[in-house]
Each structure stands twice: as C-alpha cells, then as structure tokens.
C-alpha cells in the first residue's frame, strides 16, 4: 500500500539537522519518493525519516507559476539524470538529426510514417483513457474514412482528429479559445453531457476526486471549479513564455509540464489526460523536437499505467515536486525513441534481404528489379507505364511488358485512372517475394 511522506516541517522540527547534514551528499540511486526510502537500509545512525531529512536537504528545485488551491508553488529539479535525459532527447529528437533512410528517402515516406504514427498515437492514447476497440479494427476505421460505430471508436476518431488540429497550430500562440477547441475535438459525440465538450467545468458541477482504493484517502482534489478559468490563461501565458525572458526553461521540461499543469487542473468533465497529451505534441514540435510526431508516447504509458498513476501521484504528496514526473516522462520518451529506431532497423534489414533475395534472379530483367527494389523502399509508390519508359528509356511496349509481368506474378496491382492504368504496391510484397 502507499504511504505518503512524513510532514517535512514537523520532520525538520524534530531532527538534529546538523548531525544528517553530511548525508546529504550521499542519496540513494535516482530520485525515489519516501514511498520507497522508507524499504531501504538508511546510513548507520539514521532513521529512515531522518535520512529522508537528508535526502530533502541535498534536493535543489525552482519554483513554478503552477500552484496548488491554497497557493503553494510546485516546483522542478534538474537531477542528474533528467540533464542525461534532456542531452539525449536534443540529440535524437531535433535539428538536423539524420534519420534512417526508411523514412528520410523522400517526401512520401516521411508522410507515410507520419500518418502511422498519428494513428498509433490515436489508438493508444484513447485506449488508455477506456476505448476497448482493437488496434486492428480502430486502423481499419482510420484508413477507411467510415464513421465510428460507438464510442470507443469515436474517441479514437476524435484523437486523430485532435493531433493533425495541433499540427495545424504549430507557431501559433497558446490561448484557452485554442485549448477549449482542442477538447471539443477530443470529445464531440462522447460525453454524457454534450454541452461539456470544449468548456470548462463550472462551479455546481461534479469535480473528479481520486481516492486510495485501499485506505480511502484523497489522493488528488482538483483545484475548485472557480478557479480553473484564471488557472488556464495561465497555463497559456507558461507556454507562450520567451526563452529570453527572465525565467528559463528547458523546452522539453516545459512541454512535459504542460502535460501535467492540465493533467493536475483537470479542467474538463472528461478527456483531460487526452487534451494533456496533446498539448505536449503541439509544444515539443513547435519547439523543433519533429521526431516526436514519429513515437506513441502512451502505447508505452498504457503497457504501465500504473507507473503513470504514481508519476502523478508522488508529485502532489511530496510538496509539489514535479521532478518525479518529469523522470517518468523523459524515460517514455527515451524508450519510445530506441523502439523506434530498432523498428526502423528491422525494415531497413528486411527490405536488404528481400533485395538479395532476388538480386540477379533469371525471372526479372534488371528493369524489374530497380522497379521491385524501389516498391520495397516505398509502398505507396505508384507507376505508370508512361513513368518505367521514361526513366528506363525504353518504349512503351517495352514498360508495358515490364509491369504487365509483374502483375501476373503479383508482385504489383493494376487500377485503371480515366484512360491509363496505374500500378500499386501490394501491402505484403517482401512476403510475396520471399514466396516468388
């Protein structure tokens, strides 16, 4: 069971401050919360709560805009780790980084990619907010174009909808108009209340209170309903500050606190952790970080939600320290960057064996195996006979030949545009290849 931290005051009050000073230089391994500490073997001499005292003491945080409903800052600390943490995600996730030749080939693949991982990012994050529709049914749906057959669908649907709206929103500034438009996106056909999509609650209506299944203690009250309009505009004036302001921020640091600032707030009847996640997608890429448009932030949450829960959760119990969040995002987002890149890897390897494969294979002229080649890099590409003889320089006969073969074969498929036809590549070439 969880067990908050000991009050620090009344922990102050009571310990020699003097006699633990000296362990402050020495805190166990990361940053964990008291709700961990209090398992370890303290420093000889020391109670687990007057090591706790020390940990607190070594512990250097800044203060943030974000408060609690009696006015207390929250606040940030730069850890070791979250500096590694930060260093790896400028390096992997902006600039001119390179990327595989998978994706950076050419315009098409990059918007292949791109639209795949905007429907990952759907599916998972409306998953872990309680859609019980499949992967594969909730695809079908976004490819498809059809309209939603319940709920569940719909919030995927509306997800979808909701990040290519804050793509569109890139180098525009924060306002609530824009935050409230961006839930009504979210949650337009799935609320008990339609009236609840895109404003805020108001005072007189049912606030979310999350309570210890075990003890029953309430672990998170939102701020009172009153509040949340001034609570919002200044949550836009946080993301909108200059980084030559008085006050600098990391980026990213701030990105993954806007997540949490509405996540905390929880200023809507429903689809706060949706709106939260969203506005760290349109923050990051606004800010460069484009690869992160590439990664499912919450298929990784949803596969522990309970890590998330805790993120959060040690937060508001430890005086507000964000620091824990902010290492439980950044180790998402370092996760879900070496997925990427491993699976990034398997496509390039299987597109290099399918080559070999049939690499001076007697059936196919060398026409055909350029064409075949360039089919595996690119799967939404498209040919023309017109196209294969003007890049081959052959005659038309000869282009019609090349990709007449083909198709009997399988390996293309043939649709007719007006008087011409054109040739698509079958979504399971490499397997049909591996079968030729």
Not at 404 to 415: I, K, N, V, Y
Request: aromatic fraction near 8%; charge should be negative; charged fraction near 30%.
């Amino acid at each position: 069971m969880y067990v908050a931290p000991p009050p620090a005051m009344a922990l102050f009050e009571t310990t020699d401050v003097a006699r633990v000073f000296a362990e402050r230089e020495r805190p166990p391994a990361g940053y964990p919360h008291w709700d961990k500490v209090r398992h370890l073997d303290p420093p000889p001499g020391l109670t687990p709560e007057e090591w706790w005292v020390a940990i607190k003491l070594g512990r250097s945080t800044r203060p943030l805009p974000l408060r609690d409903p009696a006015g207390e800052s929250f606040s940030y600390g730069l850890s070791d780790e979250i500096l590694r943490l930060l260093h790896f995600v400028d390096q992997r996730c902006a600039g001119e980084v390179a990327m595989d030749e998978v994706v950076t080939d050419d315009a098409q693949a990059r918007g292949r990619y791109l639209v795949n991982s905007l429907m990952e990012e759907a599916i998972r994050s409306s998953q872990l907010e309680g859609a019980t529709t499949s992967r594969q049914i909730a695809k079908e749906l976004l490819r498809s174009g059809r309209q939603p057959n319940d709920r569940s669908e719909r919030m995927i649907l509306n997800n979808y909808r909701a990040l290519n709206f804050v793509r569109e929103q890139v180098g525009e500034r924060l306002t609530p108009t824009l935050v409230l438009e961006l839930h009504r996106i979210l949650t337009d056909g799935t609320l008990d209340d339609p009236d609840a999509a895109g404003r805020l609650q108001r005072p007189g209506d049912e606030r979310v209170v999350v309570v210890d299944a075990d003890s029953g203690d309430v672990l998170h009250e939102p701020p009172p309903a009153k509040q949340l309009p001034e609570r919002l505009l200044a949550l836009c004036d946080f993301a909108n500050e200059p980084d030559d302001g008085e006050r600098f921020i990391h980026p990213v640091v701030r990105a993954i606190l806007l997540h949490f600032w509405l996540a905390y707030d929880h200023p809507f009847a429903d689809g706060n952790g949706r709106t939260a996640r969203a506005l760290f997608y349109w923050y990051m890429r606004m800010r460069g970080y484009w690869l992160v448009e590439y990664l499912s932030i919450s298929r990784i949450l949803r596969d522990a939600p309970g890590r998330y829960a805790r993120a959060f959760l040690y937060v508001e119990t430890d005086e507000g320290d964000t620091t824990y969040f902010l290492l439980h995002q950044l180790g998402v987002i370092e996760r879900a960057v070496h997925e990427f890149h491993e699976y990034l890897q398997r496509k390039i390897r299987e597109v290099r064996d399918v080559e070999s494969l049939i690499a001076g294979d007697a059936r196919f002229n060398r026409r055909q195996l350029a064409l075949l080649s360039d089919a595996l890099r690119h799967p939404d590409g498209v040919y023309t006979f017109g196209a294969h003889a003007a890049e081959h320089r052959v005659t038309h006969e000869t282009a019609r030949t090349d990709l007449a073969a083909l198709t009997d074969r399988g390996l293309l498929e043939r649709t007719r545009r007006g008087q011409g036809y054109r040739f698509l590549v079958p979504r399971d070439l490499a397997k049909r290849l591996r079968g030729a």
